[in-house]
């Protein structure tokens, strides 16, 4: 019995706990590839919410503005306009427009947060600072600089005969797109074909880029008046426009 007893006890050899450390290696190998694939489509998704619900929150203010879309490239407290490209707004809009349900987190998307800094573009230092120019995550199309005929030569985007405006300007108005919200897809004149910013590395030049090494992109959303979302792949969106030193994808 004695004899039993001590064989009962007796620890695991070297070789069985290798061999249950390698059956634990293969099983995390196989789940870890599926798990970081999950988080990556629950980003996705919560980015097409984001974008539908940013896109309510303009129909909102429009319903309350003779129809008209926010234009995110005009300051009506200190009245100045700028032509800026359509991934900035005015400091004014990030306050106004939170009344309207346009919170801090729907100004970019949750598969690229690095573009969401304090330092790099929300109040800097200063939280008091109300002025202060926003660089989105998203490209935003209701603005008046959109719309304007100097901005459309930049465009890739050519719109039938007859149709003067290629973004909506205001709700329920006829346009070539319908198009007002897009995820933000750039690459700069210095490293097109890259979705990298060449001085800050953490920065992806595009929502759903995912590190991989041939540079090809997982895919994009788009939002449109009627409060729909899509997604495309990546085959799909396509060089769109030039402003300054940037290309513009969607």
Known sequence: M?????????AFTLIEMLVVI??????????????SKSKMIAREAICGSNMRQATISFTSYSND????????SYDPATKSQWS??????????????????????LFYSPSNEVWNRNDFYWYGSNTEDKTREIVMGYFYFGSSVVNTSAYRTKLKVVPPAGVTNVFPRRNGAVSHTNLIWADLNRQLSDHFGVWLTPS???????????????????????????????????????????????????
């Open 200 to 250: 800050d590395n953490r920065r992806w030049g595009s929502n759903h880029w995912y590190g991989r090494p041939d540079q090809k992109v997982d895919g994009s959303h788009r939002a449109f008046t009627d409060n729909h979302v899509e997604w495309v792949t990546e085959p799909e969106f396509r060089w769109q426009s030039d402003f300054a030193n940037v290309r513009m994808y969607w």
């Open 22 to 35: 390698s059956i634990i290696t293969l099983l995390l190998s196989i789940a870890l590839p599926s798990l």
């Open 84 to 105: 800026n490209p359509n991934y900035w707004t005015q400091g004014y809009w990030r306050e106004h427009m939170q009344d309207y349900g346009l919170l801090r987190e």
């Open 2 to 10: 004695e004899s039993l007893l001590v064989n009962a006890r007796r």
């Open 65 to 72: 503005n003779n129809q008209v879309y926010p234009d995110f």
